[in-house]
């Protein structure tokens, strides 16, 4: 029986597994839903940050067995996003209501300690489990060097693996238990393989040209969510590239250690630099504190000041823009 318009519709949740520009596929009870967005959402909507991403909980009108229509976002638990490049540009939301957080980088030619300082900034904010792993353990003797490099710049847990160490795969399974994990890291890292590995089956696609021409290209197109057979959940994205970070609101946590040491300095205002009383360039004197730690500390804060900054152009322009409406 129908009673008036829609007030006693019951409306459906499902977990967005893919989004193809404004397509989502959604999984409900174990089937998957094709959705799109209701108008209402768009109209309500201003913000691009709250349209459904990856890992989202969406409340949908189901229209028949496989079509849905999203009415709304659930609250989410945390967002994992990457900045803007321009100065209009928000925030990019690449997925949410995520446990850990696994920046992959591969332990070759590419390794490269700039980029997984790009990647771990994407981390700061977020409130999850971060593991760096690094793969690809199989091509090189050189293992314990660097985990050693990674170790000095970075206090998160390392793990290390190769998709043919059947141990290795055994213990990223462990890792990752019940939880729902997102693998980052550049293009070629090997992150689509290692999903494939946990899941016993070559399901998604990875590079098959090992020539490095095929650098650069990237094999995984879409973000995804993919339920592993023993119970947890993974998000495999495209290695994107990550120019800067975006501001980190709470760099307490990630440079706890750091913080502490420069609360103790005689100076305020000190820039340990070379003040007298400066309680961080005696750590490091000491080995207490890594060079290579202060320094990414120094990039953040110096980053955060960028962005503050540009937070405000961005602000005042668009006041400006409210002051002097369009004409008409
Ligand atoms: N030797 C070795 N090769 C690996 C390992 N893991 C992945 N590879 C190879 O690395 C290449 C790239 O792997 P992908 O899984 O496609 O990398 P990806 O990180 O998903 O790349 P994008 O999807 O482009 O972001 C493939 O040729 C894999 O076979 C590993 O542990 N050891
Ligand atoms: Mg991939
Ligand atoms: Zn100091």
């Keep these: 029986m129908k009673t008036s318009k829609q007030s006693n519709e019951i409306l459906k949740q499902a977990i967005i597994s893919l989004v193809h520009r404004t397509q989502y596929v959604g999984e409900y009870e174990g089937n998957s839903v094709d959705l799109t967005i209701a108008g209402r959402?768009?109209?309500?909507?201003?913000?691009?940050?709250?349209?459904?991403?990856?890992?989202?909980?969406?409340?949908?009108?189901?229209?028949?067995?496989?079509?849905?229509?999203?009415?709304?976002?659930?609250?989410?638990?945390?967002?994992?996003?990457?900045?803007?490049?321009?100065?209009?540009?928000?925030?990019?939301?690449?997925?949410?209501?995520?446990?850990?957080?696994?920046?992959?980088?591969?332990m070759d030619e590419d390794f490269n300690m700039k980029k997984l300082s790009n990647f771990m900034s994407l981390t700061y904010d977020v409130d999850a489990e971060v593991v760096i792993l690094l793969t690809k353990k199989d091509v090189t003797t050189k293992e314990d060097s660097f985990v050693q490099r990674v170790n000095n710049v970075y206090k998160e847990e390392i793990m290390t693996m190769s998709i043919y160490h059947e141990a290795d795969i055994e213990n990223l399974e462990q890792r990752i238990g019940q939880k729902t994990a997102v693998f980052i890291g550049s293009s070629g890292v090997g992150k689509s393989s290692l999903i494939n590995r946990l899941l016993k089956e070559d399901r998604l696609k990875?590079?098959?040209?090992?020539?490095?021409?095929?650098?650069?290209?990237?094999?995984?197109?879409?973000?995804?969510?993919?339920?592993?057979?023993?119970?947890?959940?993974?998000?495999?994205?495209?290695?994107?590239?990550?120019?800067?970070?975006?501001?980190?609101?709470?760099?307490?946590?990630?440079?706890?250690?750091?913080?502490?040491?420069?609360?103790?300095?005689?100076?305020?205002?000190?820039?340990?630099?070379?003040?007298?009383?400066?309680?961080?360039?005696?750590?490091?004197?000491?080995?207490?504190?890594?060079?290579?730690?202060?320094?990414?500390?120094?990039?953040?804060?110096?980053?955060?000041?960028?962005?503050?900054?540009?937070?405000l152009e961005r602000k005042r322009m668009m006041e400006k823009k409210n002051t002097y409406p369009e004409k008409g």
């Design 41 to 106: 959402f768009e109209y309500i909507t201003v913000d691009k940050s709250d349209y459904p991403v990856v890992g989202d909980v969406v409340l949908f009108r189901q229209i028949d067995e496989t079509k849905g229509i999203i009415e709304r976002v659930k609250k989410r638990k945390n967002v994992l996003r990457r900045s803007g490049v321009s100065l209009t540009n928000e925030a990019q939301v690449l997925a949410s209501n995520i446990d850990i957080i696994f920046v992959c980088m591969a």
């Design 206 to 311: 990875v590079n098959e040209v090992r020539d490095s021409d095929a650098q650069g290209r990237h094999t995984t197109t879409h973000r995804e969510l993919i339920h592993l057979p023993q119970g947890g959940t993974v998000i495999d994205t495209p290695g994107i590239r990550v120019v800067e970070s975006h501001f980190v609101e709470d760099l307490d946590d990630a440079f706890e250690e750091v913080i502490a040491l420069a609360d103790e300095c005689k100076f305020r205002d000190c820039k340990h630099e070379n003040e007298p009383g400066c309680h961080v360039l005696e750590a490091i004197e000491d080995g207490i504190l890594t060079i290579e730690r202060f320094a990414s500390y120094q990039k953040v804060l110096k980053l955060n000041r960028y962005h503050k900054k540009r937070d």
